[in-house]
T-cell receptor, first 115, second 116 residues
Framework: NAGVTQTPKFRVLKTGQSMTLLCAQDMNHEYMYWYRQDPGMGLRLIHYSVGEGTTAKGEVPDGYNVSRLKKQNFLLGLESAAPSQTSVYFC??????????????FGEGSRLTVL | AQKVTQAQTEISVVEKEDVTLDCVYETRDTTYYLFWYKQPPSGELVFLIRRNSFDEQNEISGRYSWNFQKSTSSFNFTITASQVVDSAVYFCALLPDNTNAGKSTFGDGTTLTVKP
């Protein structure tokens, strides 16, 4: 019962490098999200997807791109990493809007450091 | 626009003390959902409870209880007889019931430290 799985768990990048974070969920959820967590700032939504083939911007989308080619996968890409993108990234999925539940199921997080 | 405020940045208590975590929210939506999530030192985020805006019945679950008051836009969380394992960051979140793609707004979190 994997739930939401993120890879990699840790990564160190140099400024300007690119990378992709992979999120996979096995709960058949339509909705998926990428959040970043910074000290004292809670969780901020980067991008989200309401279904396969769809993506949309969240609160802090600049410097990130996403893709949802398969329903179970949601990829977060950094084309040219910057130190300001040092953060912990969380992927989440939700049963929303079915069942009016709305709680998020989170992955374990990916700690990214940009030097 | 939605906003969630957790005014308490850090709380420190001694084991067995009761502690209340405050959450105040702002929304123009008439129907919405409120959540509490827990993030222990291991880092994962765990859902604790959901409350619908049309259900102001307070809930008790073991040592946990939640007080939802729509009149004051508050959704407070109380831990009775706290334990060291309760040490974590607790997040309050708001989800409007509209076509906003299920986007939750989170507070900045309250770090609870329970000392033995």
């Amino acid at each position: 019962n994997a739930g939401v799985t993120q890879t990699p768990k840790f990564r160190v990048l140099k400024t300007g490098q690119s990378m992709t974070l992979l999120c996979a969920q096995d709960m058949n959820h339509e909705y998926m999200y990428w959040y970043r967590q910074d000290p004292g700032m809670g969780l901020r939504l980067i991008h989200y997807s309401v279904g396969e083939g769809t993506t949309a911007k969240g609160e802090v989308p600049d410097g990130y791109n996403v893709s949802r080619l398969k329903k179970q996968n949601f990829l977060l890409g950094l084309e040219s990493a910057a130190p300001s993108q040092t953060s912990v990234y969380f992927c989440a999925s939700s049963y929303w809007p079915r069942g009016n539940t709305g709680e998020l199921f989170f992955g374990e997080g990916s700690r990214l450091t940009v030097l | 626009a939605q906003k969630v405020t957790q005014a308490q940045t850090e709380i420190s208590v001694v084991e067995k003390e009761d502690v209340t975590l405050d959450c105040v929210y702002e929304t123009r939506d008439t129907t919405y959902y409120l959540f509490w999530y827990k993030q222990p030192p291991s880092g994962e985020l765990v859902f604790l409870i959901r409350r619908n805006s049309f259900d102001e019945q307070n809930e008790i679950s073991g040592r946990y209880s939640w007080n939802f008051q729509k009149s004051t836009s508050s959704f407070n969380f109380t831990i009775t007889a706290s334990q060291v394992v309760d040490s974590a960051v607790y997040f309050c979140a708001l989800l409007p019931d509209n076509t906003n793609a299920g986007k939750s707004t989170f507070g900045d979190g309250t770090t609870l430290t329970v000392k033995p």
